[in-house]
Every structure is written in C-alpha cells, then in structure tokens.
C-alpha cells in the first residue's frame, strides 16, 4: 500500500493562489499515474486534474486554464498549482494513486 500525505491547503481570499503537495512513499511513483480530486461539502468527489508518467496532463473544465499539475520523481512528489482561486474551489483536496488515497488537505476560498 502507497502512503500518501497531502499539504498545502488553507484559507485563501478570491482571487489568490495556493500549491498542494502530495509526498508519496514506495518505488512505483514514477510509474504512475497521479490525479487530485476533490469534495466540497454536501457534494460528490470529483475529479480535478491527472498527471501520466510521461507528463500529460488533463484538467476538468471547472479548473482549466487556472491550475496546473506537476510532479517531481526525485522527491516522490505531485504538486497541484491553483490560481485565480474561487469560493467555488472551497473543498477537501485529495492525491490519488490508484487505489490510495491521501487524507485530504482543506482549501478554503473566502473573503
């Protein structure tokens, strides 16, 4: 089983920015894919963005054009950039790698 830890989140006003980090344990990070989701209260998990191994990335419409994903394999880490941040954004951030899951780190957008 994959640890994996995220940070990063808090409380952010409209408009700003913040970077997520998801550090992950065991050899396969290179190998896999990586995605974030994430889940506002009172709503389903959704999908926000994916990093292949060969560095495409896909983002869902809501964030495109506003975060970016990245990776670095020395430090077994992925990084979720997220700009011009809207109360929208608000919700729980999670790192996935297959069938792991990280605890979630919390963003919120508000003035």
């Known amino acids: 089983q994959v640890q994996l830890v995220e940070s990063g989140g808090g409380l952010v006003q409209p408009g700003g920015s913040l970077r997520l980090s998801c550090v992950t344990s065991?050899?396969?990070?290179?190998?896999?894919?990586m995605r974030w989701y994430r889940q506002a209260p009172g709503k389903q998990r959704e999908w926000v963005a994916t990093l292949t191994q060969r560095g495409q990335t896909s983002f869902a419409d809501a964030v495109k054009g506003r975060f970016t994903i990245s990776r670095d394999n020395a430090k077994n880490t992925v990084y979720l950039q997220m700009n011009s941040l809207d109360p929208e954004d608000t919700a729980m951030y999670y790192c996935?790698?297959?069938?792991?899951w990280g605890q979630g780190t919390q963003v919120t957008v508000s003035s």
């Open positions: 065991g050899s396969i990070f290179r190998l896999a894919f």
């Open positions: 996935n790698l297959d069938n792991d």
